[in-house]
């Protein structure tokens, strides 16, 4: 039976340099129960080390955790990767290391940290997350594609490290599951702004960075179940499924 699922489809933690430090998992878990959200995606900026530790805090509460992450393409374009199971995210993060250079700054970038599901600092990932892959746009479109997973352009009305602002539009040739946009403009103001993307689901997410952030730029989505299938064909509007935009 469907029914209507809460999603936060970007949401990261402590391991992302620009967030906030109280981005531990099990904050996060209990932020998200807390704002009623049924699916989040864990979307740190190219790296997944705390996505475990997350899946863990939510084990026995009323929230599916997706594990994600954010890629930087060597274009500077943001693109979420959204995965079922963490073997998925392990494929996809192996190739991204493979192919980011650089090594972290904590005082000039902020720090990296890898937490446990006990609060526990584990360790500190060092290497320039923030930084661009030497992966194209496309490469890396096809290599999540390839694993299973689904592909969403982050933040297309952003200024920067979106579609939009990097190459001035989207390129029906790249084979994007979604657009996301922010909360400041919502789907309603994004459907108005950007006529020429009609064919593109949209959804909206929060891209929290912040504890209070999470939740607020949230999707209602009509599901079976909180899976990438179920959320590919909510995007395709296929079987009923289909994602609210009032």
Do not use: W
Not at 10 to 33: E, G
Not at 137 to 151: S, T
């Amino acid at each position: 039976m469907l029914r209507a699922f809460r999603c936060d489809l970007h949401v990261h933690t402590c391991l992302s340099p620009c967030a906030d430090l109280d981005m531990y998992p099990r904050a996060v878990v209990d932020k998200a129960v807390a704002e009623k959200l049924d699916i989040i995606a864990i979307c740190d900026h190219n790296a997944s080390e705390n996505t475990q530790f997350v899946l863990r805090s939510a084990e026995g509460k009323p929230l599916t955790v997706l594990p994600g992450m954010e890629i930087t393409s060597s274009e500077e374009v943001h693109l979420l990767a959204l995965f079922d199971t963490l073997d998925g995210l392990k494929n996809i993060q192996d190739i991204i290391y493979g192919h980011l250079s650089g090594t972290n700054r904590e005082e000039i970038f902020g720090c990296q940290a890898i937490v446990n599901d006990l609060d526990e600092v584990e360790g500190f990932n060092d290497r320039f997350l923030l930084g661009a892959t030497k992966l194209s746009l496309p490469e890396i479109v096809d290599q999540i594609h390839g694993f299973g997973g689904l592909v969403i352009a982050s933040h297309i009305d952003r200024e920067s490290f979106s579609l939009i602002s990097q190459l001035g539009f989207i390129d029906p040739e790249i084979h994007l599951d979604a657009l996301e946009v922010t909360h400041h403009i919502g789907m309603k103001e994004a459907r108005l702004k950007y006529p020429e993307l009609s064919g593109y689901p949209f959804i909206e997410s929060s891209d929290a960075h912040f504890i209070d952030d999470i939740g607020h730029g949230a999707t209602t989505i009509f599901l079976e179940r909180g899976t990438i299938s179920e959320l590919k064909m909510a995007f395709r509007k296929q079987g009923g499924r289909y994602i609210q935009e009032t």
